[in-house]
């Protein structure tokens, strides 16, 4: 049954201190044949990548920092925004068996618990013609009690489950169940995996303030389109779908996050 076929996580390249686990990946994969799924594990980045082009700083072997190599089998380049979706739901199912406050995923890919980032996700995907032929799926999740990793817009996984973890016992919760978002993905199962993103959305239906091509609208998230695109209804009842570069959550009454 496809539902149990364990794709990520068979290999575990686990590391001690490196820049980045997606350059090591994606230099991995120039020189050697990397196995489907297989998982590079950094205790430590020092020159760990965000999205578009930010910096992402981790605490030295705290924090739970890895990619994942895949090669997803037929996905059309139009479709490759359900990777996202997969790892945003897998992490977003995980975590939400571990804190009692709210967990939901900040469109596109960011994880949330309350109001504050606690996961980052940083997605780099090759495609072949019209496919995407593989895919370096890099997570930072925020896990040391750490004052500096907890602030005003950011949080910890020890800070919300109050405990210590295993590390080890963490990757591994995590990797299965972005293993299981994933064989929906391969069996096909796009609505479902449309509609659970779409209902984990942060502050999806609430009226709050958005940037949208430069304007400041007051809105509400309605849905998210295949290719990524987030539509919002604005006060004045217009319906707008939009990608990253044009539209933007205003949080904290600034765009701290982005
Ligand atoms: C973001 O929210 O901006 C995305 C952050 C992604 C960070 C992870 S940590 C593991 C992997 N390696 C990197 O250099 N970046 C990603």
Redesign the pocket.
Known sequence: MAFSKKTIGNDIIELDTI??????AADLLRTTNVQNGTVIL?HE?T??????G?D?H?SSGQ?L???IVLYPEALPAVKQFYLSRVVALGIFDHLKTLVNTDVSIKWP??IFVDDK?I????IENELNSSEVSQSIV????NVAFAEASVDFIHTSLQFEMHGELEKMDLLQGMLAAINKRYQELRSGKFVRLARDHANALYLKGRWTAFDLRGDVVRARILDVEEDGRLTIETEAGKVVSEGLGKLRHILYGTDI?K
């Open positions: 820049p980045s686990t997606n350059n090591y950094a980045q020159a760990g990548r965000g999205q578009r930010k992402w981790s924090d920092t890895f990619s890919n960011d980032k996961c980052g996700i940083l890099g997570i930072g999740l996050l």
